[in-house]
């Protein structure tokens, strides 16, 4: 019963986000500054939609996909790391779950959570995924499950490595590179620094 209500609670999450980005992207693509969308009650059939003219007409795709946990002590250095050190500025699609690549190696939510990234992959024609997990993640139940520190660097990075098999063998041309965040003490401030995993 309580696997039953994780499903359910992840599957809502999960929706929410891709629902909200969608919107948001909607609000912005149709120009409105406040991001505020005109809303229109009138009933539209999927199949009268013609979505052909989003292909013809789009001059620029997204070439990159980037999975990250929502974490919000982490959020303005992944951002600085995906728009500024990599270089992705304005060229992304964005994924934030809790957990990042828990969801993704759990096989009670794999074929969600798969099937929303393979959305972005097929309509953007993205080229290669970044995958980011960190440290003291409540996704794994924080770093207090873990004996030490290294014990909690080698299961995480293990799994990113997972989760980057995992990418391949569903979606073969994607490149995939995979960081790992740390929050570092440096004089009363706190700093994140991401490594690479190879």
């Known amino acids: 019963m309580v696997k039953k209500k994780?499903?359910?609670?992840i599957a809502i999450t999960l929706f929410m986000i891709f629902q909200c980005s969608f919107v948001?992207?909607?609000?912005?693509?149709?120009?409105?500054?406040?991001?505020?969308?005109?809303t229109s009650f009138t009933k539209n059939k999927s199949r009268d939609i013609n979505y052909?003219?989003?292909?013809?007409?789009?001059?620029?795709?997204?070439?990159?996909m980037v999975i990250n946990c929502s974490d919000f002590r982490f959020a303005k250095a992944t951002q600085e790391l995906?728009?500024?050190?990599?270089?992705?500025?304005?060229?992304?699609?964005?994924?934030?779950i809790?957990?990042?690549i828990r969801n993704m190696l759990n096989k009670e939510t794999r074929k969600l959570v798969m099937d929303t990234f393979g959305i972005s992959?097929?309509?953007?024609?993205?080229?290669?995924?970044?995958?980011?997990?960190?440290?003291?993640?409540i996704g794994y139940g924080g770093e207090n499950v873990f004996s030490s520190h290294e014990e909690e660097y080698k299961t995480i990075t293990k799994d990113l490595k997972k989760a980057r098999r995992l990418m391949r063998l569903r979606f073969s041309n994607l490149e995939v590179y995979l960081f790992y965040g740390r929050i570092i003490?440096?004089?009363?401030?706190r700093i994140v620094e991401y490594e690479?995993?190879?």
Do not use: M
């Open 6 to 9: 994780y499903i359910v609670i």
């Open 98 to 100: 809790p957990g990042s």
């Open 52 to 64: 052909e003219h989003f292909f013809e007409d789009k001059k620029h795709w997204c070439s990159t």
């Open 24 to 38: 948001n992207n909607n609000a912005i693509a149709s120009g409105d500054s406040n991001g505020e969308k005109k």
């Open 185 to 189: 003490d440096s004089d009363g401030i």
């Open 82 to 96: 995906i728009n500024e050190k990599i270089g992705l500025k304005g060229d992304y699609d964005y994924f934030s």
């Open 121 to 137: 992959v097929r309509l953007h024609q993205v080229k290669r995924v970044v995958i980011l997990a960190h440290e003291d993640c």
């Open 196 to 198: 690479q995993i190879l």
